[in-house]
């Protein structure tokens, strides 16, 4: 079953706006982390937020986990049309020889030159 | 990019055939990951590997086998191929538990006929 569940399911915004996307989820995790996917491409890793953390920034990506409410929101600023991609929450588990990540079912992003 | 390849990039196959995937990785990590990705349903663990000889199953492994007789090399076979199976694969790869950030290939387009 999927653990990370994304809000909304598609977005289009114009270029310079920013960009929200939201991500729910179930049980306990020790991080959530952001994926990007380009069209026809593999995954690229973003942003980890571990659990004891409220809130991370790098470049133009904020991303905030609230534990109490299992949520977490990535705030692209000032988006690009190259922004345009797929984005996947994945929280993550580890527990002895486990290391894995669960998916949501991805947020298509469409910036608008 | 991880050094990380799949092969074939692409493979048209018949039902009832036996498919084999590879994933080579030159990174020497440890955990190694094989996803299918399908419209609707984001990216889903089919088995994983968190050391040679040491496989797991995950939330889709009916059909699929795997093996890793050395760390460079995860190998995802279908015993005998369905329509259903048609998918991208993704290979992934993490390092340490101490952060799960996972590497993904660049993806096999697999169909099933």
Known sequence: ???????????SIQEGENATMNCSYKTSI????????NSGRGLVHLILIRSNEREKHSGRLRVTLDTSKKSSSLLITASRA??????FCATGLLTGANSKLTFGKGITLSVRP | DAGITQSPRHKVTETGT???LRCHQ???????????QDPGHGLRLI??????????????????SVSRSKTEDFLLTLESATSSQTSVYFCAITGTSGSNEQFFGPGTRLTVL
């Not at chain 1, 020790?30 to 996917?37: E, K, P, S, T």
């Not at chain 2, 030159?26 to 299918?36: A, V």
């Open chain 1, 1 to 11: 079953s999927q653990q990370g569940e994304e809000d909304p399911q598609a977005l």
């Open chain 1, 30 to 37: 020790n991080n959530l982390q952001w994926y990007r996917q």
């Open chain 1, 82 to 87: 190259a922004d345009t991609a797929s984005y």
């Open chain 2, 18 to 20: 036996p498919v084999t």
């Open chain 2, 26 to 36: 030159t990174e020497n990590h440890r955990y190694m990951y094989w996803y299918r």
């Open chain 2, 47 to 64: 088995h994983y590997s968190y050391g040679v000889k040491d496989t797991d199953k995950g939330e889709v492994s009916d059909g699929y």
